[in-house]
């Protein structure tokens, strides 16, 4: 079944880098107090920010950006060895006002449109599972989005990204050597390791061990990250 998809057009887009795959697929929340407010300045030439796609809470899917054009919405970002993210993905805007102003779990509509837009996109591009990812992932330092309520154990149950299934996450018992071990599971999974550890475990736990966020290399995230690196070894 073909998504029905909105258009509402951005003027804040240009060419992709000659030759670059689109291999990165990119979840942010709008973090911005209404739909409406997150899609006008996402069309904003001022802002000169942008993204491919909207998705509301009521399921409402809006295109901004043609998937061929270059949108404006990962900033300065890193992952798996490559930068500048914008010239090699595809960005999804899911509607939510943030940490800022009332962070809320996602509704099961929405959830839904996600990730049916998701899989369209996934079966247009060569995107790996261990490249569907978060703004939080590939920008540690600057950005919290979509957070610990989104569902990504849900999206991956249906095909888009990866989680690790039956591992443990209570025990909160920090190894002597924790810090070390996070940081080489960290940049196999992909993320930079230039960062502050915190930085980097407490973006790791948003995304999978949302259960506790705390940017510490406990045993319960460090059985994590190993489950996630081993995924990525056979993505």
């Known amino acids: 079944m073909t998504l029905r998809i909105r258009e509402a057009p951005?003027?804040?887009?240009?060419?992709?880098?000659?030759?670059?795959p689109i291999d990165t697929l990119v979840l942010h929340y709008t973090g911005m107090r209404t739909a409406e407010e997150a899609i006008l300045r996402l069309r904003d030439?001022?802002?000169?920010?942008?993204?491919?796609?909207?998705?509301?809470?009521?399921?409402t899917i809006w295109r901004l950006v043609p998937e061929e054009r270059r949108a404006f919405h990962a900033g300065i970002s890193h992952w798996r060895g490559r930068e500048a993210l914008n010239g090699r993905s595809i960005g999804i805007e899911i509607v939510n006002p943030g940490h800022e102003w009332g962070y809320r779990p996602f509704p099961a509509l929405q959830m839904a449109a996600v990730c049916?837009?998701?899989?369209?996109?996934?079966?247009?591009?060569?995107?790996?599972?261990?490249?569907?990812?978060?703004h939080s992932d590939i920008a540690p330092d600057r950005k919290q989005d979509p957070g610990e309520l989104f569902?990504?154990?849900g999206l991956a149950a249906n095909g888009v990204g990866l989680w690790p299934r039956g591992v443990p996450g209570e025990d909160a018992a920090l190894p002597a050597d924790g810090t070390a071990r996070a940081l080489r599971l960290l940049g196999a999974i992909g993320y930079r390791t230039d960062l502050p550890p915190a930085l980097l475990l407490t973006a790791f736990?948003?995304?999978w061990r949302p259960e506790r966020v705390d940017g510490l290399a406990d045993a319960g995230t460090l059985a994590r990250l190993e489950a996630v690196a081993r995924l990525c070894e056979g993505d």
């Open 205 to 207: 736990q948003r995304h």
């Open 10 to 20: 951005s003027p804040n887009h240009d060419a992709r880098p000659d030759g670059t």
């Open 116 to 134: 049916d837009l998701c899989l369209e996109i996934l079966a247009r591009h060569p995107i790996a599972a261990r490249d569907v990812v978060a």
């Open 151 to 153: 569902d990504w154990e």
């Open 45 to 59: 030439p001022e802002a000169a920010v942008s993204s491919h796609y909207v998705v509301e809470e009521d399921g």
